[in-house]
């Protein structure tokens, strides 16, 4: 543990400070033995009952555990996590995926505990298990964001007929409708009890998270307007579902803060200025992965001038631009700034970058004399093409950003007799909920 903020340290106090308290706690923790009770966990089967007590005294065991996130749970008996098992052709112990930080495995028994928890209901378990297949993802997974100290907020979406037949909902107040809302408190406890990060452990946010949030696309706007689905622009069949897992580090915050123009070029611009000003300069990054959420009708707006929502984000790259000082002075002062040098290093190497450009000024900057020498630099780079969502609300002009971490895509299994399982809860056959 180093003593306070090494970013903000002169390189005097950064050497007295590793040589006086951090190298010591390395050495001990190298050379202590090791205590007879840490050299073996205590194993029981999944079926183990390892409390038994009246629902306070089981919330308060989780509260104890620090397994809970702080609200009641719902106790995961037995016969509550059979029943997810219902909804899954993986066998229980079946590993799904090794999650980092905790190294644990993940298996359909211990995932159904956390949705079980979390209050989701048992047919919500294919979901879960992509959502953890997903942030297994060595390369491309958000979990790598989890213990960030910028504190990065788990969160999904999902795309294609599943989103329709479990009632996803895709419209105003989407965050907080029922079914949204506690599959992303599922999400939270999976991060925090498989995964391994817990707050002032592993999950080192500075200001902390909200609850996780789950999205959901208005797919019949979408074929109103020609625009593809999320999953079907990614390679997928439009009647499979996918779930997407990503990380944000903030919700709210509409783009100024709705959009009262209805000129397409314009809107694209205002976008573009949002996403500029929403991302993160800092640890040697020139931009940061966005995700784009768009209110149905400034979608109709923009599908007037893009026939895609890749035609959009191309001109989003081409405008979303910041001055080359302003890049420099964001990479010096941010996370691990000094490290690359001076003010006047960073900024050459920026001057010197075949993507920095002289006069390519965004529309929002002002115009004046000598303006055309003024070299811009991109905010968004190929590794990080921003994600487009419609979504929200059917009457609203809005949009909003979601500056955050990698996203991976990945599709949800369904189990053999899952029609057959649906009908019987009351829902319509997948089929029924096709849009061709």
């Keep these: 543990m180093y003593p306070g903020a090494f970013d903000s340290h002169a390189n005097t106090e950064l050497a007295e400070n590793t040589t006086t308290s951090v190298f010591p706690q390395i050495v001990e923790s190298l050379t202590k033995p090791i205590k007879a009770a840490e050299k073996r966990a205590k194993v029981t089967g999944s079926r183990a009952i390892v409390f038994t007590?009246?629902?306070?005294e089981v919330n308060r065991y989780f509260w104890d555990m620090k397994c809970s996130d702080g609200l009641p749970i719902v106790p995961p008996t037995v016969e509550r996590v059979v029943e997810f098992l219902k909804y899954t052709d993986y066998s229980p112990s079946e590993e799904i995926a090794v999650l980092q930080v905790a190294n644990l495995r993940a298996t359909p028994w211990n995932i159904a505990v956390n949705g079980v928890m979390a209050g989701c209901?048992?047919?919500?378990?294919?979901?879960?298990?992509?959502?953890?297949?997903?942030?297994?993802?060595?390369?491309?997974?958000?979990?790598?964001?989890?213990?960030?100290?910028?504190?990065?907020?788990?969160?999904?979406?999902?795309?294609?007929?599943?989103?329709?037949?479990?009632?996803?909902?895709?419209?105003?107040?989407?965050?907080?409708?029922?079914?949204?809302?506690?599959?992303?408190?599922?999400?939270?406890?999976?991060v925090r009890n498989l995964a391994g990060f817990r707050i002032k452990e592993t999950a080192m946010g500075t200001y902390g998270y909200t609850i996780p949030w789950v999205?959901?696309?208005?797919?019949?706007?979408?074929?109103?307007?020609?625009?593809?689905?999320?999953?079907?622009?990614?390679?997928?069949?439009?009647?499979?579902?996918?779930v997407t897992a990503s990380t944000a580090t903030m919700w709210g915050q509409n783009n100024i803060p709705a959009l009262s123009v209805s000129d397409v070029t314009t809107v694209m611009q205002l976008i573009a200025r949002e996403i500029t000003y929403k991302e993160i300069f800092a640890s040697g990054r020139t931009g940061s992965q966005r995700v784009e959420l768009i209110s149905p009708p400034v979608a109709k707006v923009l599908a007037a001038g893009y026939k895609t929502k890749q035609s959009l984000i191309?001109?989003?790259?081409?405008?979303?631009?910041?001055?080359?000082?302003e890049a420099a002075y964001s990479k010096l002062y941010g996370s691990f700034g000094p490290v690359y040098g001076t003010f006047d290093e960073i900024?050459?190497?920026?001057?010197?970058?075949?993507?920095?450009?002289?006069?390519?000024?965004?529309?929002?900057?002002?115009?004046?004399?000598?303006?055309?020498?003024?070299?811009?630099?991109?905010?968004?780079?190929?590794e990080a093409i921003p994600e487009i969502l419609v979504c929200g609300d059917a009457n609203r002009n809005k949009t909003q950003t979601l500056p955050g971490g990698s996203v991976i895509t990945r599709e949800v299994e369904l189990p053999a007799n899952w029609d057959k399982l649906m009908v019987e809860l009351g829902y319509p056959t997948l089929k029924e909920c096709f849009i061709e």
């Design 53 to 56: 007590g009246t629902f306070d």
């Design 121 to 190: 209901r048992p047919e919500f378990m294919p979901l879960l298990i992509a959502y953890v297949k997903a942030i297994s993802d060595p390369v491309k997974g958000p979990r790598m964001y989890f213990g960030s100290t910028h504190s990065w907020i788990p969160y999904l979406w999902v795309s294609g007929p599943l989103a329709r037949q479990l009632d996803i909902d895709h419209g105003q107040g989407l965050i907080g409708y029922l079914t949204n809302r506690v599959i992303g408190r599922a999400l939270g406890l999976i």
């Design 215 to 242: 999205l959901a696309e208005d797919e019949e706007l979408l074929r109103e307007i020609g625009w593809e689905p999320y999953h079907v622009e990614k390679g997928f069949d439009r009647n499979v579902s996918t």
């Design 314 to 325: 191309e001109d989003l790259m081409k405008n979303a631009r910041k001055t080359t000082f």
């Design 347 to 382: 900024l050459k190497d920026f001057l010197a970058s075949p993507d920095a450009e002289k006069g390519k000024l965004p529309p929002w900057y002002g115009r004046f004399p000598g303006w055309e020498e003024i070299v811009t630099t991109p905010c968004i780079t190929t």
